[in-house]
Each structure stands twice: as C-alpha cells, then as structure tokens.
C-alpha cells in the first residue's frame, strides 16, 4: 500500500512538472515583443499573399521541386564527402609528421583564402576544357559525367567544405585531453582502436557546433552551382525572373525556402547534440 501510495505521488509529481513547463513555455511566447514579431510576420506573410503575384507557380512548380531535390542532393554529397575528407585533413595537421602536415595545412590554406566562384570556374572552365581534347576521355566510360556540369560543381564544393572543416577537425583533434589517450596506450588498445573509439569521437563532438554552421553556409554555397549551368532551385528562381519580370516574387519565395531547409539542418544538429549523454570537459 505504501508503495502504490508512493508510486501515485510519483506521478502526481510528474503531472505538475509537465504542467508547470507546459505553462512556461507558453508564457515564454506570450512575452510582449514575441507577440510583436509574429503580429510582423502575419502581416507580412498575409501583406505576400493580397498584394503580391503568384499565378506563376503552377508552371514552375513541378521545375522548382526538381531545383529543390538537386540543391538537397548536393548539399548532401558534398557535406559527407567534405566531412571524409577533412578528418584526414584535421589528423594529419593535429598530429601527423611534417610530410603529411604541411601538404593538409597548405590545402587548407588555399582553399579558405580563395573564392569559391573561382575555385568553380577553374575546375568547370579550366579542367573541364582539357578532357575534350584526349580521344581516350571522350571513349572511356568517365566522358557522359565529364561533359555535366554538375561533377564539377559538386566537386569544387566538396574540396571548399573539406579545407574549411578540415581546419576546424584540426582543432577538435587537437582539442581532446592527451591523458585519455594515454590511458588507452596503457591499457593496450591499438592506435586504430584509440582513434576509433575515443580520439575521432570526441573530436566530432567537439566539431559538432561548428560543423552545423558549415553546413548551413554550405547550402548557401549552392546557388553557386548556377553559374556554371546547373539548374537547382536558385536557377529555377533566376528563370521566373527573368520569363515573367517579377523580382520580389520568386527571390522572397526563394529566401523563404532556404529558411526553411536552414532550420531543418539546425534542428536537426540540435538533436544529434542532445542524444549524446556526456559532455566533454
């Protein structure tokens, strides 16, 4: 009886809690310069839609997913394939010999002190020029992917992610306690097991913070693909410009769009963070 008293108040407990950040949640939105703000964003949301074209978007619409995909799907490769290559990159400048580090810092270093515009253009204009000019790259099985623009645009933001977070897994190698390590060598672990089981997952999550904000200047890194004839959904955007001489129209919706894949990502990140139980200190 005692125990099914205590399990009761258990719960009664538990049901106040909830009420009690329930109710401070929702004072947390009922705050006076909130209610200010979504009275703004009403106004201008309902401001789009009264006084403001959109017959267009039946016909673009179906081009405008496609432009959506292909963004997403760039973003994606060129993150993963970034983040593989730059945790050699990082290892190799936090802790490898001079042969190995100087050649990681000096990618790094070049590819964060130049535009990424011209990085596109000297892959896209520079070497995708030279590959017509050998008969055995217009025979071999590469030529129908080398003549797309889109390997190079994936390419140039792949090398960009990778030197911008290869210096950021620098530091996060960097950055964990020498004594763990060491532990492990005492205890006899191999260095792939170190690295795998206790160096590489406390730099990723010492990373984490900062590889969120990459990814969100990465995609909006992507509308650069358009440049060089890859239609993603910043082209899809610039060709109802320029078909239906509408300017505030496509480039608001365009924005809207980018705000709302931006604050997926950052969900996203935050929700990763959140699932791991310890902090590093």
């Known amino acids: 009886a005692a125990r099914h008293a205590f399990d009761q108040g258990g719960a009664l407990m538990a049901g106040e809690a909830t009420v009690i950040n329930v109710a401070a949640r929702t004072s947390l939105w009922l705050q006076p310069h909130r209610i200010v703000l979504i009275l703004i964003a009403l106004a201008l949301v309902l401001g789009a839609a009264f006084f403001m074209r959109w017959d267009w978007l039946p016909q673009y619409y179906e081009m405008g997913l496609l432009g959506i995909w292909r963004s997403l799907w760039i973003l994606a490769v060129t993150c993963f394939l970034g983040f593989l290559l730059a945790v050699p990159l990082g290892l190799a400048q936090a802790a490898g010999p001079f042969w190995f580090s100087a050649p990681a810092k000096a990618f790094c270093t070049v590819i964060r002190g130049t535009p990424l515009l011209i990085q596109l253009w000297l892959l896209y204009y520079g070497l995708g020029s030279l590959f017509p000019q050998y008969p055995w790259i217009r025979e071999s099985w590469m030529w129908p992917y080398l003549r797309q623009a889109w390997p190079y645009g994936v390419l140039a933001l792949t090398l960009s992610f990778a030197g911008y977070e290869g210096e950021v897994m620098r530091g996060a190698f960097a950055g964990?306690?020498?004594?763990q390590l060491e532990a492990a060598r005492a205890f006899g672990m191999s260095r792939w097991k170190i690295f795998r089981r206790i160096w590489l997952p406390q730099a990723i999550y010492r990373?984490?913070?900062?590889?969120?904000?990459?990814?969100?200047?990465?995609?909006?890194?992507?509308?650069?693909?358009?440049?060089?004839?890859?239609?993603?959904?910043?082209?899809?955007?610039?060709?109802?410009?320029?078909?239906?001489?509408?300017?505030y129209e496509p480039l608001l919706?365009?924005?809207?769009?980018?705000?709302?894949?931006?604050?997926?990502?950052?969900?996203?990140?935050?929700?990763?963070e959140a699932r791991i139980p310890n902090k590093i200190g």
């Open 176 to 179: 964990v306690p020498k004594g």
């Open 207 to 247: 990373a984490l913070p900062t590889l969120t904000g990459e990814t969100v200047l990465q995609l909006k890194s992507t509308p650069l693909v358009a440049t060089i004839s890859v239609i993603d959904i910043f082209a899809v955007s610039s060709k109802v410009r320029q078909d239906t001489y509408l300017t």
């Open 253 to 272: 919706l365009l924005a809207l769009i980018y705000m709302a894949i931006t604050g997926i990502l950052v969900f996203a990140f935050s929700r990763i």
